[in-house]
């Protein structure tokens, strides 16, 4: 009990949500690249911006409230269909560029919070061996 409302203070449960988040982007961003020539295939995303402002909101709640009452872990975002490229004759919105861009973006994202998070827990783990670094 007292490790889980340690590690439910900080900043781990955002970040361990932002990675969860990056993940499941990843896998629609490789699902667009898989199916950038297939007619009439609408390509999806899920919205960083709605997504953190989630986390802003859920953050702001857990500002004042106990320790440990506001989870972090229900936070989801609908699939959306971005409509920011040309559509093509197949009626396919394709753009390699702007998929490329997003899925670096999102691996640089995902790398980082993942550091992050790595750091959060090896401190933790210092603090209970009784280590300073």
């Known amino acids: 009990m007292f490790i889980e409302r340690l590690m439910n ?3 781990a449960p955002l970040l361990e ?3 969860k988040f990056s993940q499941a982007r990843h ?3 490789a699902e667009n690249i898989v199916n950038i020539s297939t007619p009439r295939y609408r390509q999806k995303d899920l919205s960083l911006e709605r997504f953190q402002h989630l986390l802003r909101e859920r953050v702001a709640q857990r500002n004042g409230a106990p320790v440990g009452s506001v989870r972090f872990d229900d936070l989801s975002v609908e699939t959306e269909y971005p409509r920011r490229n040309i559509l093509f004759h197949d009626q396919n919105n394709r753009s390699v560029e702007q998929l490329m861009s997003d899925q670096a973006q999102n691996a640089l994202m995902h790398n980082l919070m993942t550091e992050l998070l790595r750091k959060q827990f090896e401190s933790v783990q ?3 061996k009784e280590r300073v670094t």
């Open 9 to 11: 203070q900080g900043n």
């Open 17 to 19: 949500q932002m990675v």
């Open 126 to 128: 210092n603090a209970l």
């Open 27 to 29: 896998r629609l961003l």
